[in-house]
């Protein structure tokens, strides 16, 4: 990948990183990239790890600070949507055991898979990174098709057989606090999960030029909106203030409050659109009928 000569034997990560400085078209997040492929030597492998971890220290770490402030009720409960209902201990440490099996058992194949599948998929992971522009337009359109694959396959998961047999899990906490974001059945992982994916591979396939690092970049975002509208708080400074047409928390909280209705992920246009926007806001727009 990188222009640079591999002395003889295999070097730690930091001496591979030192290596890669040497190569001054690098950029510093490149030098990582690269010292990372070199350190595995191999790119299934070193995709894997990458992605895996990645995916546990965003989904744990950016967790934390809504445990926090579930423990700090004094400071916090004002921001709180439901301001009644606060997870007890013993609800956060069941979903941590229940993610951590899901993520291990469904998730971490998918990712093992992955590289495969973005080599069918022509997806790119040699350097240079791609241009700062086609990394955030790319990611624009893996939201908005996220969210259209969402709305449909969500409000189907809605309907009595499969949401007996699928979508049940995710329900039961009516008040949802941040692990909440990926409580959910294997069934319901996996095909939600498709929707995270498969817009970056379909893309990389008939364009040749998605590049492994947006498809990162994609998944670490969606992860934190994920989160993010599962915390149960809503801010002054909460990105739907700033973003009108951005649902977050307030918008997929009265999903669980009210059970129909909010079914899109990210934004709030198919909702309205359709007709299905959930509890007094909806009746407000209008909307009689959640289904
Ligand atoms: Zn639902
Ligand atoms: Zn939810």
Redesign the pocket.
């Known amino acids: 990948m990188a222009n640079v000569t591999l002395p003889s034997g295999s070097l730690s990560y930091p001496e591979l990183v030192h290596v890669a400085k040497q190569d001054p078209s690098l950029s510093w997040p490149e030098q990582l990239w690269w010292a990372h492929y070199t350190f595995w030597n191999n790119d299934v492998l070193a995709t894997g790890v990458m992605t895996f971890l990645a995916h546990e220290l965003i989904y744990f770490g950016r967790c934390l600070p809504w445990i926090v402030a579930d423990a700090c009720p004094s400071v916090f409960r004002r921001f709180k949507i439901q301001d009644q209902k606060s997870p007890s201990v013993n609800d956060q440490w069941t979903c941590v055991k229940y993610i951590l099996a899901i993520h291990f058992i469904v998730e971490l194949p998918l990712i093992v898979l992955f590289h495969p599948m973005m080599e069918v998929c022509h997806v790119q992971y040699t350097l240079p990174f791609p241009e700062l522009s086609l990394f955030a337009t790319q990611i624009a359109i893996f939201f908005f098709v996220e969210d259209t694959y969402h709305y449909w396959l ?1 409000r189907a ?2 309907w009595g057989p499969l949401y007996r047999s699928v ?1 049940r899990i ?2 039961q906490y009516s008040a949802p606090f941040g692990l909440t974001a990926e409580y959910a059945s294997p069934a319901e992982t996996f095909l939600l999960g498709l929707g995270t994916i498969c817009p970056p591979l379909v893309l990389g396939y008939f364009t040749g030029n998605v590049h492994l690092i947006t498809v990162l970049g994609w998944m670490a975002l969606r992860q934190l909106q994920a989160i993010d509208a599962h915390s149960g708080y809503d801010f002054p400074w909460s990105l739907r203030r700033i973003i009108p047409f951005w649902g977050g928390s307030s918008w997929h909280d009265d ?1 669980h409050r009210y059970f129909r209705g909010n ?1 899109s992920s990210s934004f709030t246009h198919w909702d309205v659109l359709m007709g299905t926007v959930a509890g007094p806001r909806g009746k407000a727009m209008g909307h009689k009928k959640q289904r």
């Open positions: 969500h998961m809605h979508h995710h329900h999903h079914y």
